[in-house]
C-alpha cells in the first residue's frame, strides 16, 4: 500500500509554501499595514481569508463533513488540475480514466505532461472495474472517475467503484458534478475510509452558479493540506465567498429548482422519445439527456439555423449520432421539441 507521502512529486514533497500576510498574524487588530492594501474601499482592499473558512463551516454543515475535508477552487477545474501537479510527475506517471468522460482530465493531463490512459465504458455506459484496474501499474498515480458521467448521463455502478477503492492504492478522484440530480446518495459518506479518496462537486451545476466558478474538493485533511499548499493563496475573492455563502442561506430554492429540472428531465425524456429523429434516449441521473439520433450533425446544424444550441457528441467514443441535450426550463425543452418534430 503506497501512502499519500509516497504518492506526492518529490517536489511537492519537499515544498515550502508561500507564506502569505493574513497566515502569519490571524485575528483582530486595530490598524493592519501589513499587506500593502489600500485603506480605501472597504471591504474589498482587503486580501481574501485565503482558506475561506467561515464559507467552509457553512459547507461542512451541508455536506456532513469537516471543514479540514474541504479544498475550495475555482470551479471545480481548478482541483482537478491541482491532483496532476501535486501527484503525477511528467513524463514519468500516467492517470486512467473512463472513455467517454469529461474532457477536463485529458486536457490537464496534456498541460502537465502526464500519460493519460482511456479505458472504454461498456456499450451501456456501465464500468468495468476489472478493465480498469488492469490498465493501471506501478506509475498510475491517480483514478479518475465520474458518476454521474458526463456525457452519458449515468451514474456507475457502487459495487464496481467499490471494487476500485478496495484494490487501487493510488488517488481516486470522483467526480460528483451531477450528484444532486441522482437518487442515490454521495460517496462523501466514505469520505473517513479511504484516505486516498478525492471527490469533487461544484456550485455550477445544481446551485446555479456556473459564472461564481466555485467548486468543492472533499479528501482527507492530509491530502487539504496540499491542496492549501499547491493553489494559488487568495484563489477564491470575498465577492465569491460572500456571494456563495448567501445562497447557501436560501438553498430552499436551489431545492425547488432542483425538483424543477427533475420534472422536466422525465417529461423530456418522455418526449424526445416520441420523435422520429430519435433513436433512443439514454437513462438520465443527471441535468441532461444524451440522445441517439439519427443524424447527429444534420440535426445539431438545423437546430442552430434556429437558435437552439446543443451539444454534438457525436465523435465521443461509444456516443456515435448522439447529441447532449441540456435540460432547460419548460419553455426551452418545448422549443427544443417542437424543433425536433420537425426534422
Ligand atoms: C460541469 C462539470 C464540472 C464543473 O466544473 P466547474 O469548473 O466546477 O464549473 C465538473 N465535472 C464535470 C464532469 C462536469 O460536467
Known sequence: MRTIEQLLRPNI????????????????ARVYLDANENPRNQPYNRYPDPL?????????????????????????????????????????????????????YSVCAEINDVEYRRVRLNEDFSLDAEKLLN???????VVFLCSP??????????????????????????????????????W??????????????????????????????????????YFNKVK???????????Y?????????????????????RTRLQKELAKLPCVIKTYHSDANFILTRTTDANGIYKSLVQEGIIVRLRDTVTLCDGCLRITVGTRKENDILLEALSRM
Not at 514533497?13 to 483582530?28: I, M, N, Q, T, V
Not at 494559488?232 to 460572500?242: F, M
Not at 430552499?252 to 429540472?261: F, G, M, P, R, V
Open 244 to 264: 456563495v455563502s448567501e445562497r447557501i442561506d436560501h438553498r430552499e430554492e436551489k431545492e425547488l429548482w432542483q425538483k424543477q429540472i427533475l420534472n422536466e
Open 52 to 104: 475561506q473558512v467561515q464559507l467552509k463551516e457553512k459547507i461542512a454543515q451541508l455536506k456532513g463533513v469537516r471543514p479540514l475535508q474541504i479544498m475550495l477552487g475555482v470551479g471545480s477545474d481548478e482541483p482537478i488540475d491541482l491532483v496532476f501537479r501535486i501527484f503525477c510527475e511528467p513524463k514519468e506517471d500516467n492517470v486512467v480514466a473512463i472513455e467517454p468522460t469529461y474532457g477536463m
Open 149 to 186: 458521467n458526463n456525457p452519458t448521463g449515468n451514474l456507475l455502478d457502487k459495487g464496481e467503484i467499490e471494487k476500485i477503492l478496495r484494490s487501487f492504492d493510488g488517488i481516486i478522484v470522483i467526480d460528483e458534478a451531477y450528484i444532486d440530480f441522482a437518487d442515490t446518495p454521495s
Open 13 to 28: 514533497r519537499s515544498l515550502k509554501p508561500y507564506s502569505c500576510a493574513r497566515d502569519e498574524f490571524k485575528g483582530e
Open 188 to 225: 462523501l459518506s466514505q469520505l473517513d475510509q479511504y484516505p486516498n479518496l478525492i471527490i469533487l462537486h461544484t456550485f455550477s451545476k445544481a446551485w446555479a452558479m456556473a459564472s461564481v466558478r466555485c467548486g468543492m474538493a472533499f479528501a482527507s485533511e492530509q491530502i487539504i493540506t
Open 135 to 141: 490498465a493501471t501499474d506501478e506509475h498510475t498515480k
Open 232 to 242: 494559488y493563496p487568495y484563489n477564491i475573492s470575498l465577492l465569491t465567498q460572500q
